[in-house]
T-cell receptor, first 111, second 111 residues
Framework: DTAVSQTPKYLVTQMGNDKSIKCEQN?????MYWYKQDSKKFLKIMFS???????INETVPNRFSPKSPDKAHLNLHINSLELGDSAVYFC??????????FGPGTRLTVT | GQNIDQPTEMTATEGAIVQINCTYQ??????LFWYQQHAGEAPTFLSY??LDGLEEKGRFSSFLSRSKGYSYLLLKELQMKDSASYLC????????????WGAGTKLIIKP
């Protein structure tokens, strides 16, 4: 199936740990994104990346870092996890068409 | 600044018509999107408006008035499966063309 996939779907971890969330798209898109959706359901852009340019939302703590091994992957690494990092994280991708295609989400719970 | 407002929740009856409004303020409007998000799932693209007027796609239509900073999503012949959150998002030149999202409108369909 052509899609955006991300792993894991659920992630429960303790404060202070470091974790990564993986994202892959096989749509041939050249731009990928990471979003955070909090308990109030606001979707907030964290990063967008098109293998030439990384755009970082200035409100994102530097504990969060995107890593892109190739055009089809954009992983999210989080250092020193905090309680407030608990949320659903969505990966998305797009091409020249305006719509973005979202992955299934990763529900992160920090205890 | 940037601001997107939409009602928090709406209720409608199966078979009826419902209109979900969205008002926005951005520094560099470059298109408005509507996405549907079922509980626990990823957002999926519904419509995109960049010029004033009505875009129709099956049971769903989306309208845009750039001068008024206003859009609506019209859902006809409502079905139970239309129960979901509907997210309005604006692409903003002033934010590196990233999407600025509203909090979503939770639509409840009753038999």
């Amino acid at each position: 199936d052509t899609a955006v996939s991300q792993t894991p779907k659920y992630l429960v971890t303790q404060m202070g740990n470091d974790k990564s969330i993986k994202c892959e798209q096989n749509l041939g898109h050249d731009t990928m994104y990471w979003y955070k959706q909090d308990s109030k359901k606001f979707l907030k852009i964290m990063f967008s990346y098109n293998n030439k340019e990384l755009i970082i939302n200035e409100t994102v703590p530097n504990r969060f870092s995107p890593k892109s091994p190739d055009k089809a992957h954009l992983n999210l690494h989080i250092n020193s996890l905090e309680l407030g990092d608990s949320a659903v994280y969505f990966c998305a991708s797009s091409s020249r068409d305006p719509e973005q295609y979202f992955g299934p989400g990763t529900r992160l719970t920090v205890t | 600044g940037q601001n997107i407002d939409q009602p928090t929740e709406m209720t409608a009856t199966e078979g009826a018509i419902v209109q979900i409004n969205c008002t926005y303020q951005t520094s560099g409007f470059n298109g408005l999107f509507w996405y549907q998000q079922h509980a626990g799932e990823a957002p999926t693209f519904l419509s995109y408006n960049v010029l004033d007027g009505l875009e129709e796609k099956g049971r769903f239509s989306s309208f845009l008035s750039r001068s008024k900073g206003y859009s609506y999503l019209l859902l006809k012949e409502l079905q139970m499966k239309d129960s979901a959150s509907y997210l309005c998002a604006v692409r903003d030149r002033g934010s590196n063309y990233q999407l600025i999202w509203g909090a979503g409108t939770k639509l409840i369909i009753k038999p």
